[in-house]
């Protein structure tokens, strides 16, 4: 949801508005984009309610390359990826382009 000081444009893009004294700032944000598998990744393990220690602990995976993963400092092998899965337990839902998941379509 947007924030009361935005304006929206149409596409999902947003102007903010901000009066610093007299002067009116207009800035235009970026359209936003789907997340990506990566961002969803980094969101469950942000929001997991585990420290990256304890999954570390728990899935032998380094708290080293969980930190550097979730700060974008670098990508994640597929086997680590499987690993966080099933500990944080996701599940990859694949769709076509134009299919609408939510609906069941």
């Not at 949801?1 to 002067?23: E, F, Q, T, W």
């Not at 235009?28 to 602990?57: E, F, H, W």
């Amino acid at each position: 949801m947007p924030r009361p000081d935005a304006h929206r444009l149409g596409y999902d893009c947003y102007l903010r508005i901000r009066k610093v004294s007299s002067i009116v700032i207009v800035m235009a944000k970026k359209p936003m984009r789907p997340k990506t598998v990566s961002d969803q990744l980094k969101d469950a393990i942000l929001n997991c309610g585990q420290t990256r220690y304890r999954i570390a602990q728990e899935t032998g995976i380094t708290e080293a390359t969980l930190s550097k993963f979730v700060h974008g400092h670098h990508g994640l092998s597929l086997e680590t990826v499987d690993t966080l899965g099933e500990y944080l337990g996701l599940k990859l839902v694949v769709s076509k382009p134009g299919h609408n998941a939510a609906k069941g379509k």
